[in-house]
């Protein structure tokens, strides 16, 4: 029987099968063990399986109502209903429209504006030196701090996720320029799929069609850079319509990293 620091353990070396094995004989011992129930509930954060997170959470809140972690997880729950009221409409023809939230290039816009005002200093307050006398070093300096970024910035923009309809025939994919649309039948697989080590926190939802149907499609699905806002609310639309998503490690998953369009 292991205890909690050898549980933790397991998990940073990468066996996660294990821990769960062993959270499942500790808490059928001790079903109130508060800090595995809460170990229980990362590795369940950790593989994308939201709604047993939520029970897990349910439970240690049933345990311990003035509980500070559980506390926040509903603060988030909360947050994320909000989300789905500000982030998502419903389409005309039934299903609904998952508005992305370009938080790259929020990131990325932020670095242009404190290039654009570095610059502006720098020429403001160096003009008498002698660096800032020779038209190379202020084009220079106008490249690196100002060009660079707003390439970035367009970049980014181009690339960007911009929505996700849900309907009840099929899941369209769109970027600023391009649309992947799959129909329902055309898919092999719908999944949720997480790097195998906990450490390295990669969720991604991938939707993998039938190969002459178009390429697979990737989207970040991790809670801080995810540009998807109402995730649980995603993956129960989708459900709704497909039924089925699976949990997989992503590296078992053998997408082609050339044709795959990560999103």
């Known amino acids: 029987m292991r205890h909690v620091n050898a549980i933790e353990k397991l998990i940073e070396n990468g066996h996660v099968d294990e821990a769960h094995e062993s959270l499942e004989e500790l808490l059928a011992i001790g079903p109130n063990n508060v800090q595995a129930l809460k170990l229980l509930a990362a590795l369940y954060v950790h593989e994308g399986r939201f709604e047993d997170e939520e029970k897990v959470w349910r ?10 972690d559980a506390i926040e997880y509903f603060q988030k729950v909360q947050l994320e209903d ?8 419903v389409l005309p023809g039934g299903g609904r429209r998952f508005i992305a ?14 290039g654009c005002v570095g610059f502006l200093l720098l020429t403001r307050f160096s003009s008498e030196q002698e660096m800032m006398k020779s ?40 970027t600023r320029f391009k649309s992947f649309r799959y129909d329902w039948d055309q898919l092999k697989k719908i ?8 450490s390295d926190e990669v969720l991604r939802l991938v939707i993998v069609p039938s190969p002459e149907k178009g390429p697979p499609v ?6 801080d850079t995810s540009s998807i806002r109402a995730r649980r609310y995603l993956i129960n639309e989708i459900r709704d319509f497909h039924s089925k998503i699976d949990y997989d490690i992503l590296e078992d998953l053998n997408l082609n990293k050339k044709t795959t369009v990560n999103l």
């Open 59 to 68: 439970r240690v809140f049933e345990i311990d109502n003035e509980d500070i």
């Open 82 to 89: 909000r989300e789905h009221y500000y982030f998502t409409d």
């Open 101 to 114: 939230y370009p938080r790259s290039l929020v990131n990325i816009s932020m670095i242009g504006l404190v």
């Open 135 to 174: 038209p190379l070093a202020v084009m220079t300096c106008f490249l690196v701090l100002v060009i660079s970024p707003w390439v970035g910035i367009i970049y980014t923009w181009a690339k960007s996720l911009r929505t996700v309809n849900v309907t009840s025939s099929c899941i369209e994919i769109k």
């Open 191 to 198: 999944s949720l799929a997480h790097s195998q080590n906990p």
């Open 218 to 223: 990737t989207i970040d699905f991790n809670e």
